[in-house]
């Protein structure tokens, strides 16, 4: 009977921390880092919305907010203007765009929520690799650019 008191005790204590750590978000809270928005993310979200989230496959479940939850995100997080805790967050870590951020942000919530790592070193990655080949790919360009210029001044 002991133990089962116990355990009774630790799911009351488990909840009421939940709860209190939601109570302190007000409307327009700006997370501070990825897990601090994820927690977030997770609190003001309906039961409803994070099982439909949840429940589709990671990529379409992240487009398909870009322009509504990503939207909200990237203008009243500050990561357009370029400051605040979790724009430097991201900065700090090389991701640089708000796009990027904000599926970043979205990403990791719905492999939390389906209790998968969110392996943020693979997103940087995987955002800053598409960045070095649009890098390589301008320069490139430009090459070509200023070849075709070269050409084009000879007649």
């Not at 005790?9 to 327009?28: G, K, V």
């Amino acid at each position: 009977m002991h133990r089962f008191t116990v355990f009774i005790l630790f799911i009351l204590a488990f909840q009421l921390n939940a709860q209190t750590n939601c109570e302190r978000y007000s409307d327009d809270y700006i997370p501070k880092n990825l897990d601090d928005a994820v927690n977030f993310l997770n609190c003001v979200w309906s039961d409803t919305s994070k099982v439909a989230f949840k429940n589709k496959p990671e990529n379409d479940a992240v487009a398909e907010l870009h322009f509504g939850t990503g939207l909200y995100i990237r203008n009243n997080w500050n990561l357009w203007a370029c400051k605040g805790s979790l724009y430097n967050f991201f900065k700090l870590s090389g991701i640089f765009h708000p796009d990027d951020m904000s599926s970043i942000i979205l990403t990791s919530f719905h492999r939390t929520l389906n209790e998968n790592d969110i392996l943020l070193d693979e997103q940087i990655s995987e955002y800053k690799e598409y960045w070095n080949a649009v890098k390589i790919e301008n320069t490139n360009q430009k090459e070509i650019d200023r070849a075709y210029q070269k050409l084009i001044g000879k007649f």
